[in-house]
């Protein structure tokens, strides 16, 4: 069974948004031309909702600026601009997103104390979604992975799903990310060398 993961097409990760991809907005209607198709037997998303005490928002740090590292949970991190603050509009899924088929939303980042890129787990694998189980209990073997970003969550997602065991398609034009000199040069080599596999919508959608 094939699923197509959704990641974080929320408003503060698109254009004029708190955390804007650049050019996020383009991959709105390729996710959506995917889903039209009969290719998926599931579509779930995931949706980054932090509360605003969040400890990856530069905001919570005096002194510190965004984009600064510090540690959180014991690790690196990365100080956001505050971005998807629960029950705001940044949070919500952009109204040009398709959704009628998204069966299951799975939301992370929850925890003031840790950050979460990927749909499975938290960033110290300290705790897991259920997204894994969830779809081993629908009988998925091959995930493919679209959305925002594609250096963070998508990129983190693909990992774990790999981990997982899951034969795991990364759709290359379904994805922008923060920095795309990054994905280029090193999200995509450690994608590879992971065994996921790095496709394009057309390679799907003909
Ligand atoms: C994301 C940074 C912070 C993402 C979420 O969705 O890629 N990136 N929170
Ligand atoms: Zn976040």
Redesign the pocket.
């Known amino acids: 069974m094939k699923a197509l993961i959704i990641?974080?097409i929320q408003n503060d990760?698109l254009p004029g948004g708190a955390?804007a991809v650049n050019k996020g907005d383009e991959v709105i209607p390729i996710i959506n031309k995917l889903q039209q198709t009969d290719f998926f037997d599931l579509v779930v998303a995931t949706q980054?909702w932090h509360p605003q005490n969040h400890g990856?928002f530069a905001s919570n740090h005096p002194g510190k600026n965004q984009f600064d590292k510090t540690t959180l949970g014991g690790l690196e991190q990365i100080l956001?601009p505050d971005?998807?603050v629960q029950e705001t509009n940044g949070a919500e899924f952009s109204d040009k997103l398709d959704t009628k088929k998204i069966e299951a939303i799975f939301r992370k980042?929850m925890d003031p104390n840790i950050?979460s890129?990927s749909g499975f787990f938290d960033n110290g694998k300290k705790k897991d979604t259920g997204l894994a189980a969830y779809l081993k209990g629908r009988n998925v073997d091959e995930i493919y992975l679209a959305g925002?970003?594609g250096d963070?969550?998508?990129y983190y997602s693909a990992l774990d799903s790999a981990d997982f065991g899951f034969k795991t398609y990364f759709i290359e034009d379904a994805a922008r990310s923060?920095d795309e000199n990054n994905f280029e040069n090193v999200v995509k080599k450690n994608l590879l060398e992971k065994g996921v596999s790095i496709i394009k919508s057309t390679d799907i959608i003909n």
């Open positions: 990641i974080d990760f955390l980054d990856s956001w971005h998807c980042g950050d890129y925002l970003a963070f969550c998508v923060i």
